[in-house]
């Protein structure tokens, strides 16, 4: 296949943003972070699965199973990667339901791609979770006019925003915030291999860690309410309410379930 133009790719891109911009309009986020995207996706009647991936090569994918509308994430990953990972999929379920088949990606990498959707599933991630209108705000109401732009402004930035350091570096440069030279130096605190010493500067500047960690699986909110109910209505027994629940580390006796006879 052959490579797309400059201004096909920009148009690309730029669908993205309108459809991210109309439905943050829609939903009355106005120029606010979004507060939660995975409850968000969950309102949407979308079963949230994050959870460890079998092998390297699965990082995200939606799907339609069953008439259940799923969304995976690789909880291995980043909290901040699984933010992005999530308002990407989120675009495949609001525009490419019509695909039969699971959409199986690799958020956040497809910068030059060649393939439409998934460089307007990027981009819609982009602006849905930093968009261009709030950072501008956001920083100008923590920051006025600095005189030189650093790695610190950035971290402040991610923070508010609840996204990876090098997704908010991107953005900010994509704003016109941060200028292209300015970008290439500070980008550098993301990479992996100098993920210790962004802990290190989070700390220092009073943030966690816990956007750079991987997480715990995550019991979406839908299962849990299916298997409790389950329970409490003498459909499984106790014994198979903590199987279940094992599998995503969580105990029946957490949640206030005693056991009981059916």
């Known amino acids: 296949m052959a490579r797309p133009q400059s201004g096909e790719r920009k148009e690309w891109e730029l669908i993205g943003v309108q459809r991210a911009q109309e439905m943050r309009g829609a939903l ?4 606010s972070p979004v507060p939660d995207i995975f409850s968000l996706l969950e309102q949407h009647e979308i079963l949230v699965l994050r959870y460890p991936a079998p092998g390297p090569d699965l990082n995200a994918f939606f799907a339609e199973y069953r008439g259940f509308l799923i969304i995976y994430l690789n909880s291995d990953h980043s909290l901040g990667r699984q933010v992005f990972s999530a308002a990407h999929e989120f675009c ?3 525009y490419d339901r019509q695909n039969p088949k699971p959409v199986f990606c690799n958020p956040g990498t497809y910068e030059g ?3 439409r959707y998934e460089v307007i599933a990027d ?3 982009g602006e849905f979770l930093m968009p261009k209108d709030g950072l501008e705000f956001h920083f ?3 920051f006025g006019q600095p005189g030189i732009i650093t790695e610190r402004h950035v971290i402040a930035m991610q923070n508010i925003f609840r996204v990876s350091y090098g997704a908010m570096a991107y953005a900010l440069l994509k704003a016109g915030i941060i200028k292209g030279n300015i970008y290439g130096r500070v980008k550098k605190l993301g ?3 100098n993920a210790q010493e962004l802990r290190i500067q989070l700390a220092r500047h009073g943030y966690s860690s816990a956007l750079l960690e991987p997480t715990p699986p995550q019991c979406p909110r839908s299962f849990f309410e299916a298997v409790s109910a389950n329970f409490e209505d003498d459909l499984i027994s106790f014994e198979k309410l903590a199987s279940l629940l094992a599998v995503w580390n969580r105990t029946p006796e957490e949640f206030g379930f005693e056991r009981h006879e059916i």
Not at 28 to 31: A, K
Request: no cysteine.
């Open 28 to 31: 009355g986020l106005g120029r």
């Open 92 to 94: 495949h379920y609001l």
């Open 113 to 115: 791609s060649d393939n």
């Open 123 to 125: 981009s819609f991630a």
């Open 140 to 142: 100008h109401k923590l």
């Open 191 to 193: 990479s992996i291999e």
